[in-house]
T-cell receptor
Framework: DTGVSQNPRHKITKRGQNVTFRCDPISEHNRLYWYRQTLGQGPEFLTYFQNEAQLEKSRLLSDRFSAERPKGSFSTLEIQRTEQGDSAMYLC???????????????FGEGSWLTVV | AQTVTQSQPEMSVQEAETVTLSCTYDTSESDYYLFWYKQPPSRQMILVIRQEAYKQQNATENRFSVNFQKAAKSFSLKISDSQLGDAAMYFCAYRSAYGGATNKLIFGTGTLLAVQP
């Protein structure tokens, strides 16, 4: 098990273009999360999946953002018509809900940096 | 809504010395988890230590320990025998333990720890 994997690690795009990030969670983890982190700030919750169902979306997730987890394994986060304010690191995380004693510890990937120019 | 506050934007410690990072939180829930995560520069966020609110005993992990004061809603992290590799941004985080709630983490703004040789 290699942990949560994200790609691309870095993306520079022009304003108005669409970008897509992919996240591969730890195998057997049924919960998957997307967070956004700007420089010097803590991560902010964007959305959460349990298996393939998207159970919560933050109001930070505007209509330009869409996330999917079609088969309950990997997930994608797409940002349409990017704006400079979208520049941030997008973090994916996963956890397993089956163990009460683990406290459902959430494990993070290395993040995908987005720069919108 | 729950909030997490880290009032120390930056801290510094001499190698081999002890440092304490502060965290306070606000919640009306009685059952929850608290975490400290470490994020080295341009590196993955990793879990340092976890505390279940129902446990009175403070969690410890090798050189890392917490002082959990539930009534005061305080959750500080003590790092003993500081090492150069401890230099990182440290985030305090809260997660509800209720089954019906989203398992998202709510983060503080972080404390940047520098370790002086």
């Amino acid at each position: 098990d290699t942990g949560v994997s994200q790609n691309p690690r870095h993306k520079i795009t022009k304003r108005g273009q669409n970008v897509t990030f992919r996240c591969d969670p730890i195998s057997e983890h049924n919960r998957l999360y997307w967070y956004r982190q700007t420089l010097g700030q803590g991560p902010e919750f964007l959305t959460y999946f349990q298996n393939e169902a998207q159970l919560e979306k933050s109001r930070l997730l505007s209509d330009r953002f869409s996330a999917e987890r079609p088969k309950g394994s990997f997930s994608t986060l797409e940002i349409q018509r990017t704006e400079q304010g979208d520049s941030a690191m997008y973090l994916c995380a996963s956890s397993f809900s089956g163990s009460i004693t683990s406290g459902n510890t959430i494990y993070f990937g290395e993040g995908s940096w987005l720069t919108v120019v | 809504a729950q909030t997490v506050t880290q009032s120390q934007p930056e801290m510094s410690v001499q190698e081999a010395e002890t440092v304490t990072l502060s965290c306070t939180y606000d919640t009306s829930e009685s059952d929850y988890y608290l975490f400290w995560y470490k994020q080295p520069p341009s590196r993955q966020m990793i879990l340092v230590i976890r505390q279940e609110a129902y446990k009175q005993q403070n969690a410890t992990e090798n050189r890392f320990s917490v002082n959990f004061q539930k009534a005061a809603k305080s959750f500080s992290l003590k790092i003993s025998d500081s090492q150069l590799g401890d230099a990182a941004m440290y985030f305090c985080a809260y997660r509800s333990a209720y089954g019906g709630a989203t398992n998202k983490l709510i983060f503080g703004t972080g404390t940047l720890l520098a370790v002086q040789p």
